[in-house]
């Protein structure tokens, strides 16, 4: 089976740098992806990472380190409209290939 | 154009009722899903059907089915509604590829409220 945990809400301001962890148990694991929601919105892909380290895209980056069975979302240069709830999401390894979501971050940016 | 799309968007009705969601996705995906979020933000898989298999959450009352006329729809039909139906309902659709982590793509969701 899989499980992830998030903190469930993470508050910062504008410009600041903000990190989301997520720690996962899992028997089987191809990697770990992130996706944005906004309030009312549908939830939306940012980042996949299948291998340790650092993936950079933009303004957000996304890091994983199996060994800990541990990874991060790391949002600089936060915008008002980065405020959203963020989702790690594991991948299963064997069979359906249906990711596990998490429950979730509320991210509130201030101004 | 819209990649998934999914209809009501909206939609209210009584307990007891049967109602269907409707999803359609035009990214020759080979894979279909229907996701519950509920009002903590719980984003749970129901189904996943591609034009092999229909692999269902146990979890998922019988009173819940998936309805697949083709490879790019997938409905959603529920009977005898109850009040804890009352969710988001996300049709969702991918092209399995492990190597990118299955990257799933989300309509813009039903919302269900059963009184």
Known sequence: ????????????????????????????????????????????????????????????????????????????????????????????????????FGRGTSLIVHP | DTAVSQTPKYLVTQMGNDKSIKCEQNLGHDTMYWYKQDSKKFLKIMFSYNNKELIINETVPNRFSPKSPDKAHLNLHINSLELGDSAVYFCASSQTDRGRGNTIYFGEGSWLTVV
């Not at chain 1, 089976?1 to 504008?14: K, R």
């Not at chain 1, 291998?51 to 991060?72: A, C, K, N, Q």
């Not at chain 1, 980065?82 to 359906?96: K, N, R, T």
């Open chain 1, 1 to 100: 089976g899989q499980s992830l945990e998030q903190p469930s809400e993470v508050t910062a301001v504008e410009g600041a740098i903000v990190q989301i962890n997520c720690t996962y148990q899992t028997s089987g694991f191809y990697g770990l992806s992130w996706y944005q929601q906004h309030d009312g919105g549908a939830p939306t892909f940012l980042s996949y990472n299948a291998l340790d380290g650092l993936e950079e895209t933009g303004r957000f980056s996304s890091f994983l380190s199996r060994s800990d069975s541990y990874g991060y979302l790391l949002l600089q240069e936060l915008q008002m409209k980065d405020s959203a709830s963020y989702f790690c999401a594991s991948l299963p390894a064997g069979g359906s290939y249906i990711p596990t």
